[in-house]
């Protein structure tokens, strides 16, 4: 664990925080780093079965730190460094991942929220695409995921507009999925979190990449994408676990262990 991340183990998840509260958890190089450090020792853990991303202090995360950020620089490569390997690796997380944004989640801290499978919000959050404010286009994954969200008309207007949208708005254009008290909110999204990580984790990986690959197939190739996932899901232990409980009629205990 590094100063600048918080990871708290939990039965069956883990709870990981950015932590520069005081820079509003702004993403530098180093904190993407430590970011995906900590998604690596997640995954290294077998028990470790879903996770819960949150901020520590008044912000979920305020983008990019520009701080570190010159003009003239290669906002190119520095997305290559950083940037996209963070973004790639939420998308190929062996587990389900829960976004609590407990409060502004700004640029590609909004992004960053967004890339998780399921996402939460105080009632106090705000999401902001705040890119054209400083010339700049989404990143980290954003120009991707907001369409598919909340439709190219919304998408465009929020990115070149950058207004703040709330959470009760964000759950409204189907942005997130719930918004909770701010005092609660932590508590709900672990509450999804310990969920999810008794559920079969293979199949929930699984829903995620047939969801990724039907954004861009045809129907009769989406067909062909469901055939393959589902022979994949049908091959697992909980698979087979499920089938079981439902015939034996019980509660089903899956492993989340492949086929």
């Known amino acids: 664990m590094t100063d600048i991340i918080r990871t708290e183990k939990r039965a069956g998840y883990r709870v990981i925080s950015l932590n520069r509260p005081e820079r509003m ?9 430590a970011l995906i450090g900590e998604l690596d020792l997640a995954e290294a853990d077998a ?29 190119g490569s520095a997305i290559e460094r950083s940037w996209n390997p963070m973004a790639r690796r939420f998308q190929a997380l062996r587990m389900p991942s829960v976004a609590a944004v407990n409060g502004v989640a700004a640029g590609a801290g909004a992004n960053l929220a967004l890339g998780c499978d399921i996402v939460v919000a105080a009632e106090s959050a705000r ?19 907001l369409p598919r969200l909340v439709g190219y008309g919304r998408a465009r207007a929020l990115a070149m507009l950058a207004e703040p949208v709330s959470a009760a708005d964000a759950v409204a254009m189907g942005m997130i999925w719930r918004v909770f008290e701010d ?30 690959a039907g954004a861009a197939n045809s129907f009769d190739a989406q067909l062909d994408v469901e055939r393959d996932l589902q022979r994949i899901a049908g091959n697992t232990p909980d698979f087979a676990e499920g089938v079981a409980a439902f015939l034996e009629k019980r509660a089903p205990v899956f492993t989340g262990k492949p086929g």
């Not at 949150?54 to 290669?74: E, V």
Request: aromatic share 4%; net charge negative; with cysteine.
């Open 127 to 145: 999401f902001i695409q705040a890119f054209s404010k400083i010339g700049l286009i989404p990143d980290a994954g954003g120009s991707h995921i």
């Open 47 to 75: 028990e470790c079965r879903a996770l819960v991303l949150t901020g520590s202090g008044r912000a979920f995360c305020a983008g990019a730190d520009l701080s570190g950020i010159s003009p003239g620089a290669d906002l």
């Open 183 to 212: 005092a609660a909110l932590l508590d709900e999204a672990c509450a999804i979190a310990e969920r999810l990580a008794s559920m079969p984790t293979q199949g929930l990986v699984l829903t995620r990449q047939a969801f990724a």
């Open 25 to 33: 958890n702004a993403l530098g190089a180093d904190l993407i780093a």
